[in-house]
C-alpha cells in the first residue's frame, strides 16, 4: 500500500533530534517495555508473521500514525490482531478480564521462560527453498518496477522505476506481499545499489548511493 | 506525542490513560494463558540490561584488534557473532560494512525501525522517527551533520534501507593512536553511533576525557 509509513524522502518533519547516547534509557515509560514484551511474546504464538504485525501498523489512519508516538503505534497494531483473529474482545481490552478463553492449542503454544532466556532467543528463518533459478546476478543492471499494490509491500515508493545495480544475491527468503497475506513463499531477494542522483535528480550530492534490498518480483531488466 | 498524556499532573500521581490501557491488555493476555508473566519479566529484562550496544562494541573491537576475526566478520558475520554467543532474533541474518577513507556507511529502515538487535539492542527513538527515516536516504550528508559529522567531498557515502530481513551494521574505522590497544580498551571507543554510521568512533584523546 502507498501508506504513510513509507517515508523515504519525505520533507516537513524537521531536524533529526537525537538523545545524548549513553542518557537515553532503553525505554521511555515502563508501559513501553510491556508493549515491547507482549508483541513480542503474543507473535511468537504462530498466529501471524513479522509481516502481518507491520501491515497492522501500517494500516493506522495516516494522521494516527504520525501522530502516536512508536510503541504507542506497536499497542495499536497488536489490539488490532488480536481483535481482528477474535482472540480478544473490545470488551475485554476495555476491562482487561477475560470473559472468554483463548483456544487451548494456541496457549500450549506460550513462550516459556527458558526460551526467553538462553540462545537462540527466540529466532526466525527467514529463508526458503529456491523453486527457479535467479533470474538476477551482481552486476545486473535492474530497474525496480513500478507497482503500487494495495496491500503489504517492502518496495519503497522512493525506488519504483528507478534504475540500479544488483550488488548480492541473498538467496530466496519469505515474500513480503505474500507473507502479509498469511502466504508463505520464498522468493529471490536481493541487495541492489541506487546512484543519489538517479533516486534524488540533479541536487543530490552525487557521491552517495542508497542500496535497498529487493525481492525478484520488484525488479525487472534494465538497459 | 499526542495530547493523551497531559502534563497538568506529576508521575507520583494516578497512572495514564495509556498505562491503563497495557496494564489491561497485559492482564488479560495473562489470564488467557496466551502470555506468561514470568516469560514478559524476563524478556524485558533481557532487552533492558543484558542485549545492548556492549555487544555491538565487543564485536568491532575485536575486529579492530584481530585480522582473522575481522576477515570472518566481514565474510560470514552471523557466524562470527554467534562464536561470541550472541545469537538471538533480528541477527539472524546480517551483513556488516566497513567505512573506509573512500566510503562510509549509514544504515537507516525508511520503512519501519529494522536494526540489529542482537549486537545493538533496541534503537534509539531518533532512528525510529519520521525526520531520520525520511532524511538519512535523501540528504545522507545532512543527516550526518546534526551529529557533527562532516565527511570529505571525496568520500562516498552508502546508505543501507533495510528492507528486508536483512540486518546491517557499520564497521568504524580504527582510530589512530591506538597501537597495541587491547580489545576491552579498544571496545571503549566503540559508540553505539558509530556502529549505525552517524558518526566515527571516539578519538584516544576524546575518550580519556569522558
Known amino acids: ?64 500514525y504520525l501522530a502516536r508516538s512508536y510503541y504507542e503505534s506497536w499497542l495499536a497494531g497488536l489490539e488490532t490482531q488480536l481483535t481482528e483473529r477474535g482472540l480478544v474482545s473490545p470488551d475485554e481490552l476495555r476491562s482487561g478480564e477475560a470473559s472468554f478463553p483463548a483456544p487451548a492449542e494456541v496457549a500450549a503454544r506460550a513462550v516459556r521462560p527458558e526460551q526467553v532466556r538462553a540462545a537462540p532467543i527466540m529466532t526466525t528463518r527467514y529463508t526458503r527453498p529456491e523453486s527457479a533459478p ?77 542500496y535497498v534490498d529487493l525481492w525478484e518480483d520488484y525488479l525487472e531488466p534494465a538497459s | 506525542m499526542p495530547d493523551n498524556h497531559r502534563h497538568d499532573h506529576d508521575h507520583t500521581e494516578p497512572p495514564s490513560d495509556i498505562e491503563l490501557r497495557v496494564k489491561a491488555l497485559e492482564s488479560l493476555l495473562i489470564e488467557k494463558g496466551l502470555v506468561g508473566a514470568e516469560s514478559l519479566d524476563a524478556l524485558v529484562d533481557l532487552y533492558e540490561d543484558k542485549i545492548g550496544p556492549a555487544n555491538g562494541k565487543r564485536v568491532v573491537a575485536r575486529a579492530w584488534a584481530d585480522a582473522d576475526f575481522k576477515r570472518r566478520l566481514l565474510a560470514e558475520p552471523v557466524e562470527a557473532v554467534a562464536s561470541m554467543g550472541y545469537v538471538a532474533a533480528q ?106 554510521g552517524v558518526e566515527p568512533a571516539r578519538a584516544p584523546e576524546e575518550a580519556s576525557v569522558r
Open chain 1, 1 to 64: 500500500m502507498n501508506g504513510v509509513h513509507d517515508l523515504g524522502g519525505m520533507d516537513g518533519f524537521g531536524p533529526v533530534e537525537p538523545e545524548p547516547e549513553g542518557e537515553e534509557p532503553v525505554f521511555h515509560a515502563a508501559w513501553e517495555g510491556r508493549v515491547y514484551g507482549l508483541t513480542r511474546l503474543i507473535g511468537r504464538l504462530g498466529l501471524w508473521n513479522l509481516d502481518t504485525a507491520r501491515h497492522a501498523r501500517e494500516r493506522q489512519r495516516p494522521a494516527d
Open chain 1, 134 to 210: 535467479p533470474r538476477f546476478a551482481p552486476g545486473d543492471l535492474v530497474r525496480a518496477r513500478n507497482r503500487h499494490p494495495r496491500g503489504h509491500t517492502r518496495e519503497p515508493r522512493y525506488v519504483r522505476g528507478k534504475a540500479g545495480v544488483v550488488r548480492e544475491h541473498y538467496g530466496a527468503q519469505v515474500y513480503p506481499d505474500l507473507s502479509a497475506e498469511g502466504v508463505d513463499e520464498g522468493r529471490h531477494l536481493y541487495s541492489v545499489r541506487f546512484e543519489a542522483r538517479e533516486l534524488w535528480g540533479e541536487s543530490a550530492n552525487p557521491n552517495a548511493a542508497v
Open chain 2, 91 to 196: 541477527g539472524e541474518q546480517m551483513r556488516v560494512v566497513e567505512n573506509t577513507d573512500g566510503a562510509h556507511n549509514l544504515v537507516v529502515c525508511t520503512l519501519c525501525s529494522c536494526y540489529p538487535w542482537p549486537l545493538l539492542g533496541l534503537p534509539p527513538v531518533w532512528y525510529k522517527s519520521a525526520p531520520y527515516r525520511a532524511q538519512a536516504v535523501a540528504d545522507p550528508r545532512g543527516v550526518l551533520r546534526r551529529f557533527g559529522t562532516e565527511l570529505p567531498e571525496e568520500t562516498e557515502v552508502r546508505v543501507w534501507d533495510s528492507t528486508s530481513e536483512m540486518r546491517y551494521l557499520v564497521l568504524p574505522q580504527r582510530p589512530d593512536g591506538t597501537d597495541g590497544w587491547d580489545e576491552e580498551r579498544l571496545a571503549s571507543l566503540v559508540t553505539r553511533n558509530s556502529m549505525i
